[in-house]
């Protein structure tokens, strides 16, 4: 088992910045790739970057490439998403998550982000 819990979510104009967290505990030797997802209103669950654990590689999807940077921190067991530039379109909760056993078996609470013009 893993427990994500997400933090750093809130309110911000457009163009302003946010940092998301996600700690980490439990069977952490079980994590191979954490990722943040997002899901607007309306819309369905969309992932925006991932990062390889150990390696630290990284992926972004399209809304996220320029603005968003996502890190762990692996003394801390803890993923980051620094967004800058944000939109109005960024809106949503986001969620971390991690994988096991090839599918994203767990998940975060959420944490929502409104950005206002």
């Known amino acids: 088992q893993v427990q994500l819990v997400e933090s750093g979510g809130g309110s911000v104009q457009a163009g302003g910045s946010l940092r998301l967290s996600c700690a980490a505990s439990?069977?952490?030797?079980?994590?191979?790739?954490a990722g943040w997802f997002r899901q607007a209103s309306g819309k369905e669950r969309e992932c925006v970057a991932r990062?390889?654990?150990?390696?630290?590689?990284?992926y972004y999807e399209r809304p996220a490439k320029g603005r968003f940077t996502i890190s762990r921190d692996n003394d801390k067991n803890t993923v980051y998403l620094q967004m800058n530039s944000l939109k109005l379109e960024d809106t949503a909760v986001y969620y971390c998550?991690?994988?096991?056993?090839?599918?994203?078996?767990?998940w975060g609470q959420g944490t929502q982000v409104l950005v206002s013009s």
């Open positions: 998550a991690v994988i096991e056993s090839g599918v994203w078996r767990y």
């Open positions: 439990g069977r952490m030797s079980e994590i191979y790739t």
């Open positions: 990062i390889n654990w150990n390696g630290g590689n990284t």
